[in-house]
């Protein structure tokens, strides 16, 4: 798909792999809807970075609220009146052992990083289902193939991820692709600060949705073979 006037909404876009994604995005011509949930300072960062390329909104999304959700759609229906692209990037991490993880936390990580990513892509999909072709990203992780101590539940999130990307593939129509993009540890608070440039990171999500690497809906795309 060309990037080039289409309009891509980004979740959790104040920071990190997110933040990235909608500069690169913004420079490859499109039209980013940049969100955030708390991060807001980060988000009128992201903005005014995008607005150098060309028309970027932003707007407070928290995607465990189906109203906000609600809210989301109708604002780029009014500002855009289409969306060619959904990236699904937020995402929490709480790194513990399994004894000492709270319910909260729990909850929060299964909110955040699956039913998110379900609900968003449920509450966009009729929007998206109008363009000739539209996209939806992922980002799972490579912690959607692997376990690790201290990952009793993000790891278990990131695999959900990955089976609802490949099922969902199977049910839409070819005009909408879905792909994940699985980072491996990236340089962001939740990666540590260490790992991956979030801006090789967000590369791979732009080369994703224009189709570069020729992948069929419901591919994963593991940011290590890209880099
Ligand atoms: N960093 C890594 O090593 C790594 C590796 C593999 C995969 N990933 C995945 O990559 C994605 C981005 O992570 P990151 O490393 O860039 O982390 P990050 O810098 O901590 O960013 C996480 C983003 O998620 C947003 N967010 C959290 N809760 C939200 C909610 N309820 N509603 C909407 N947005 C919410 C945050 O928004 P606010 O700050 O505005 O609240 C923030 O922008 C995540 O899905 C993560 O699991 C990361």
């Excluded at 992201?46 to 465990?64: D, R």
Aim: glycine share 8%; net charge positive.
């Amino acid at each position: 798909m060309k990037l080039k006037n289409n309009v891509v909404l980004v979740t959790g876009a104040s920071t990190g792999i997110g933040k990235s994604t909608a500069f690169a995005l913004a420079k490859a011509g499109a039209k980013v809807v940049i969100t955030y949930n708390s991060s807001r300072w980060g988000a009128i960062a992201a903005q005014k970075e995008c607005a150098k390329f060309g028309h970027a909104e932003i707007l407070k999304l928290n995607v465990t609220s189906d109203s906000s959700i609600k809210n989301a759609v109708k604002f780029v229906q009014r500002k855009f009146g289409k969306l060619d692209a959904l990236v699904n990037n937020a995402g929490v991490g709480y790194f513990a052992h399994f004894d000492i993880l709270r319910r909260k936390e729990i909850e929060e990580m299964f909110g955040v990083n699956v039913i998110g990513t379900m609900m968003m892509s449920k509450h966009f999909l009729p929007m998206l289902k109008q363009q000739k072709e539209s996209v939806i990203v992922n980002i799972a992780s490579m912690a959607g193939y692997h376990v690790w101590e201290d990952g009793s539940v993000y790891c278990p999130t990131k695999w959900a991820v990955r089976a609802f990307t490949k099922a969902l593939a199977i049910e839409l129509p070819k005009r909408i692709k879905i792909y994940n993009v699985n980072p491996d540890r990236t340089k962001t608070s939740m990666g540590g600060w260490q790992g991956d440039d979030p801006n090789d990171v967000a590369e791979i999500v732009v080369n994703t949705i224009k189709g570069t690497y020729s992948k069929r809906s419901g591919a994963d795309i593991d940011v290590p073979n890209y880099l």
